[in-house]
């Protein structure tokens, strides 16, 4: 009876491992095709990694930046992506709160249902990524250009997000809360 | 031996689906229109804007399901079609505006209405244009010169299809609904439904939402498609087909000639990950 359940306690452990199969995509050919149970590494996120401060007159920009694991729970392979928080303070005064974010590591397609994370990237590159940043007073989401310069300087610039063919309507406010462009300051 | 319904256009035959496989064609014949072409033949112009060797008007009734390439054969020979499309490269390649046509089935042609969006601005208010209770069967529309637009479709325009699918504005059967593009980058694709019960799924999954469209983006464009403004147009032909494929979409991507609109080919993806274009049979 021991014997059983060791083996078979064994093949769960031994099934467990075999599924993940970490792709990293300098080490992979150009016919690699993407399998459930895949976990598609970045080489570049670390370096966004971290906290961000934007100081200027009368405002204040914080972001944070984490790397998490994301799951696809359709396709069942995951992805290195970053999530992140954002505050906006006019006079001292918050003008954007910073939302929750889940704390587990891995994150699923699930997790975001019913809420729009409020910072998450959706290209990360050598020195640049792309991020979604949702604007809670415009109640929209805004894209956002991060990119590395020199002595922990980085630019964000913030630009309208398109959505093709399926823009919403033509009444779209257009704009941001946030500052159009800025040159933050790394932290942490 | 696997029975396949076909638009009228001759009697019952023995067919190749192309990897060998010999099925049967059973051809019901509703009086419709004259030969649609088996592909081989030639536009007798094809530098220009072709004299289609066999008018017709495609000759299927309004509700018979139609597979990819008879969707392709069938557009091929609508001239109104063609000429619609050749109206969108022609704003693709001088305006800052996306323009777009939605099609209403009018017995065996369509009828167009124009939609447009703003000046540069890629999007097109595609709700504003949709009236309720309304059913179409196609939507077209160009990707003007851009730095920042795509070859192919995009992640949005998917979701549009989506959209119209979801919400009953698409003519049955939901596979004869084509999306049309033609871009200032000299591509021009058609997206169909190939699989009905997948593309529920994955629309459910990532296009209902803005949040699943997000996680779409980051999939389109990350490694290994890379579909991206900035990627070649052979990449993000070929990333799209294996996007597709590989994402359960349940939808088939079809080139289309750029010269005239007159021939849609498949373009394919095997298990290996080789994509190939072929030649409807």
């Known amino acids: 009876m021991k014997n059983i359940i060791f083996l078979s306690a064994l093949l769960f452990i031994s099934n467990a491992c075999a599924q993940e199969r970490i792709i990293d995509p300098d080490k992979i050919g150009d016919n690699y095709i993407p399998k459930k149970g895949d976990y598609i590494i970045n080489n570049f996120i670390d370096s966004f990694v971290g906290e961000y401060n934007f100081h200027q007159n009368e405002i204040n920009f914080y972001m944070k930046l984490k790397k998490k694991k994301f799951c696809d729970n359709y396709t069942e392979v995951c992805y290195d992506r970053i999530y992140g928080q954002i505050e906006l303070?006019?006079?001292?005064?918050?003008?954007?709160?910073?939302?929750?974010?889940?704390?587990?590591?891995?994150?699923e397609s699930s997790d975001f249902k019913d809420i729009i994370p409020q910072v998450s990237s959706i290209l990360i590159e050598n020195d640049k990524t792309t991020l979604n940043i949702y604007d809670s007073i415009k109640q929209k989401s805004i894209e956002g250009i991060l990119i590395k310069l020199d002595n922990r300087k980085y630019s964000l610039k913030l630009k309208e997000k398109s959505y093709g063919i399926l823009q919403k309507n033509k009444k779209n406010e257009k704009g941001f809360t946030l500052p159009v462009a800025m040159i933050l300051t790394k932290t942490n | 031996?696997?029975?396949?319904?076909?638009?009228?256009?001759?009697?019952?035959?023995?067919?190749?689906?192309?990897?060998?496989?010999?099925?049967?064609?059973?051809?019901?014949?509703?009086?419709?229109?004259?030969?649609?072409?088996?592909?081989?033949?030639?536009?007798?112009?094809?530098?220009?804007?072709?004299?289609?060797?066999?008018?017709?008007?495609?000759?299927?009734?309004?509700?018979?399901?139609?597979?990819?390439?008879?969707?392709?054969?069938?557009?091929?020979?609508?001239?109104?079609?063609?000429?619609?499309?050749?109206?969108?490269?022609?704003?693709?390649?001088?305006?800052?505006?996306?323009?777009?046509?939605?099609?209403?089935?009018?017995?065996?042609?369509y009828t167009?209405?124009?939609?447009?969006?703003?000046?540069?601005?890629?999007?097109?208010?595609?709700?504003?244009?949709?009236e309720s209770g309304e059913n179409y069967a196609g939507l077209i529309h160009a990707h003007y010169d851009d730095p920042e637009i795509l070859s192919v479709f995009s992640v949005g325009d998917l979701a549009s299809l989506y959209y119209m699918y979801y919400n009953g504005y698409m003519t049955t059967p939901n596979k004869n609904f084509v999306m049309g593009l033609?871009?200032?980058?000299?591509?021009?694709?058609?997206?169909?439904?190939?699989?009905?019960?997948?593309f529920d799924n994955f629309g459910q999954n990532s296009l209902s939402d803005e949040s699943g469209l997000d996680n779409l983006q980051l999939v389109y464009q990350s490694f290994p498609y890379s579909i991206l403004p900035t990627s070649s147009n052979t990449h993000n032909e070929h990333s799209l087909a294996k996007f597709l494929k590989h994402n359960n979409t349940g939808l088939k991507l079809m080139k289309g000639n750029y010269l005239n609109f007159y021939n849609w080919k498949t373009v394919d993806v095997d298990n290996n990950g080789n994509v190939t274009t072929n030649q409807c049979p």
Do not use: W
């Open chain 1, 89 to 107: 303070k006019h006079n001292n005064n918050t003008t954007i709160e910073k939302s929750e974010m889940p704390n587990k590591h891995k994150v």
């Open chain 2, 112 to 130: 167009y209405e124009q939609i447009q969006g703003l000046p540069n601005s890629p999007e097109i208010p595609l709700l504003d244009y949709l």
């Open chain 2, 1 to 109: 031996m696997i029975i396949v319904f076909v638009a009228c256009y001759g009697s019952s035959c023995p067919c190749s689906d192309g990897n060998g496989q010999t099925f049967y064609v059973t051809v019901p014949c509703d009086g419709g229109g004259g030969n649609p072409g088996d592909g081989s033949n030639e536009p007798t112009n094809p530098g220009g804007f072709p004299t289609d060797p066999n008018p017709g008007s495609g000759g299927s009734s309004n509700n018979q399901e139609l597979n990819p390439c008879q969707l392709g054969k069938k557009l091929k020979t609508d001239a109104n079609f063609r000429a619609k499309m050749q109206n969108l490269k022609n704003s693709a390649q001088n305006d800052n505006i996306e323009n777009g046509f939605l099609m209403s089935p009018d017995g065996s042609v």
């Open chain 2, 182 to 198: 033609v871009t200032a980058d000299e591509t021009t694709y058609l997206i169909v439904i190939d699989d009905y019960v997948k």
